[in-house]
């Protein structure tokens, strides 16, 4: 992690020090804007990847001498047979659009959504797959 940490504190020192010389040479506030908000995202990431690593003491997976034992078995539970992210899916596409083409349409997205999102948390209550 901490390799992860310093590519992105150097990614944000490149951006910062290209806002500035992109301000000098063109006087464009709002690209100078977005690579100065860039490299604070960056530094944002940098922090955030760096502090995690210090306080973990390094992940196993960083150490060339860990065993396979050290790692963190349980990664989660993801449903292998689960139809549910599809019509999440479809719903965000149906309010992204509804942003580019018409209002009625984030609703309908914003009503496909709770109506999947409450399906997707709810399919191991019911049907054959019931707990």
């Known amino acids: 992690m901490k390799v992860g940490g310093w590519s992105f504190a150097i990614l944000a020192a490149f951006f910062l020090i290209v806002a500035g010389i992109y ?3 063109s006087g464009d506030e709002i690209g100078t804007t977005a690579l ?3 490299g604070g ?3 944002l990431v940098a922090f955030y990847v760096l502090y995690t690593d210090k306080r973990l003491d390094g992940l196993p997976e960083d150490r060339a001498n860990a065993e396979i034992d050290e790692a963190d078995p349980e990664y ?3 449903s292998p047979h689960s139809w549910w992210p599809l019509p999440v899916g479809f ?3 149906l309010i992204a659009l509804g942003f ?6 984030v609703v309908l997205g914003v009503v496909f959504i709770l109506i999947a999102i409450i399906g997707w948390l709810f399919e191991y ?5 019931a707990r």
Do not use: D, H, K, Q
Not at 125 to 129: I, K, N, Q, V
């Open 23 to 25: 301000f000098v040479v």
């Open 36 to 38: 100065v908000m860039t």
């Open 41 to 43: 995202l960056a530094i």
């Open 76 to 78: 989660g539970f993801y």
């Open 91 to 93: 719903a965000a596409m």
């Open 100 to 105: 580019i083409f018409a209002a009625w349409l």
């Open 125 to 129: 209550y019911r049907g054959s797959f």
